[in-house]
């Protein structure tokens, strides 16, 4: 029997779960994750050591926004960044995207400063459109006249008094006289047989573009030196007598700009003004101005 005075003795067993001791699979995904993050940056690393700048200005083109300016400010490279503004604590950096998107207080009635430069692309391109053809068109006009000269036995023998070259004013064809073979009887304005060959030969080509036609007359100056008055007159009554040569082989009247008389004020050869080589008449396609826009404000 137990003593009347003494606590009873209490045995508490406790059962314990099976499962007690294991936390779940999730800690193997979040492993997993970082463990990927870390071959990803590592691998990453690893391709700009690399690369080329070339190669990775490509890379930070391809992923860059569309609508975004091209910017130099910033760390550069692919992870080069940029601030938006200049009053920040990044004053820094670039304010392209500011400047893009604000409309332009110096030009209001046309909105925005890139509308404005929109406007102005289509007139530019038609204007080297057009000095890019006709650029073309003197060269397949020299190269045919060339061609004419070479295969025209009559012509053969003249082609050394033939000089083709561009000039600022445009595609310029001059026939200067040789020693011995001139294209004016001396001290006259009338073209001899020669000269008249070469000027419907040149005809034929000229008649293939529709430029306007300058026509110049140059004189030498004499043995001495000197420079005679009445060269003005005989250089333009050359060059006038070539003009009426042109229009009855076919140049359309209209066509005719300019015909001057130089005398021998613009020598071919400055060095000795008295060669018979500055005895010439140039003949000159001009350059056509691009045509301009309407000015609404006239």
């Known amino acids: 029997m137990a003593v009347s005075g003494d606590r ?10 099976g499962g007690a001791g294991h936390h779940g699979g999730a800690w193997k995904v979040a492993y997993a994750d970082f463990v990927t993050a870390m071959m990803a940056f590592f691998l990453l690393m690893w391709l700009i050591n690399t690369t080329s700048p070339e190669q990775k200005r490509g890379v930070a083109d391809y ?24 009053d920040g604590s990044k004053s820094a950096g670039s304010a392209d995207l500011i400047e893009e998107l604000a409309p332009s207080s110096k030009n209001p009635d046309n909105g925005d400063a890139k509308d404005g430069a929109k406007g102005k692309m289509p007139e530019q391109a038609a204007a080297e459109a057009q000095q890019v053809a006709e650029e073309a068109a003197f060269a397949s006009a020299a190269q045919s006249l060339r061609q004419a000269l070479q295969q025209m036995p009559e012509l053969a023998e003249l082609s050394k008094n033939i000089i083709i070259d561009e000039t600022p004013e445009g595609l ?4 200067v006289d040789q020693e011995g073979r001139s294209m004016f009887n001396e001290g006259t ?14 005809t034929k080509i000229i008649n293939q573009l529709p430029n306007r036609i300058s026509l110049y007359g140059h004189t030498s100056a004499s043995a001495n030196g000197a420079k005679p008055e009445s060269d003005w007159q005989l250089s333009s009554g050359r060059a006038n007598a070539s003009r009426q040569v042109l ?10 700009y300019q015909v001057s008389g130089k005398a021998s004020s613009e020598p071919l050869y400055p060095d000795d003004p008295a060669l018979p080589g500055n005895r010439r008449i140039a ?12 000015n609404p404000a006239l």
């Open 283 to 294: 003949i000159v396609l001009l350059r056509e101005a691009p045509v301009l826009p309407p």
């Open 8 to 17: 009873p003795i209490i045995i508490k067993k406790i059962k314990k779960g």
């Open 247 to 256: 229009q009855a082989a076919g140049v359309d009247t209209d066509r005719i």
């Open 172 to 175: 310029r064809i001059q026939l």
């Open 189 to 202: 304005a009338q073209p001899n047989d020669r000269a008249k060959v070469l000027l419907r030969a040149i």
């Open 63 to 86: 992923f860059a926004p569309a609508s975004v300016s091209e910017t130099t400010s910033g760390a550069g490279g692919i992870l080069g960044g940029s601030a938006l503004g200049k």
